[in-house]
């Protein structure tokens, strides 16, 4: 079946812009995470979706990022005001279920550059 | 504070040879997972083996294998038979029961010679 599907592969903007990223989950997964990754660096963890739930948002670095998931689905993280330490890829994940104990699968990512 | 360490930035081995990648971890739960994931060029997180905190048997997965230490807090990923393929950067994670997120360690790219 299809996998997570994230667009766009790459976005170019300038400082000062506001970008949103999209993140479709395989179908039927009630779980979805965004994660950010640096330039060789590990993955850090952004935001989690389950079902209903509120979301936790711990890791979310500024009041610039917000994430929602319409009807428990696709979900779209936008930055607003980038800022050059915003250029990472950004990578979404989705499981069966929530918690910890589920292993997540990822899509392939949006690589974004802030000029 | 959960955390996932990995002391090893880079390693290469040659092909058909045996590698292993160090990982450990701390964490106060006792309700926890332990994963290596692997990531090509092509970004793509790709699953490669899971632990179950609770389980003393190691996981394998075809040549992929772990050492999981409980006490030592320690789990490292063994690689057999290397294959080109194999060339990754690879990703050691703890999945806690109590929360949704992963923590990842800071990779270890890993390199197959021919």
């Known amino acids: 079946g299809a996998g997570v599907s994230q667009s766009p592969s790459n976005k170019v903007t300038e400082k000062g812009k506001d970008v949103e990223l999209r993140c479709d989950p395989i179908s039927g997964h009630t779980a979805l995470y965004w994660y950010r990754q640096s330039l060789g660096q590990g993955l850090e963890f952004l935001i989690y979706f389950q079902g209903n739930s509120a979301p936790d948002k711990s890791g979310l670095p500024s009041d610039r990022f917000s994430a929602e998931r319409t009807g428990g689905s696709v979900s779209t993280l936008t930055i607003q005001r980038t800022q050059q330490e915003d250029s990472a890829v950004y990578l979404c994940?989705?499981?069966?279920?929530?918690?910890?104990?589920?292993?997540?699968?990822f899509g392939d990512g949006t690589r974004l550059s802030i000029l | 504070a959960q955390t996932v360490t990995q002391s090893q930035p880079e390693m290469s081995v040659q092909e058909a040879e045996t590698v292993t990648l160090s990982c450990t971890y701390d964490?106060?739960?006792?309700?926890?997972?332990l994963f290596w994931y692997k990531q090509p060029p092509s970004r793509q997180m790709i699953l490669v083996i899971r632990q179950e905190a609770y389980k003393q048997q190691n996981a394998t997965e075809n040549r992929f294998s772990v050492n999981f230490q409980k006490a030592a807090k320690s789990f490292s990923l063994k690689i057999s038979d290397s294959q080109l393929g194999d060339t990754a950067m690879y990703f050691c994670a703890l999945g806690s029961g109590n929360t949704g997120k992963l923590i990842f360690g800071q990779g270890t790219t890993l390199q197959v010679k021919p």
């Open positions: 994940a989705s499981s069966p279920e929530g918690g910890g104990l589920q292993p997540q699968h």
């Open positions: 964490t106060s739960e006792n309700n926890y997972y």
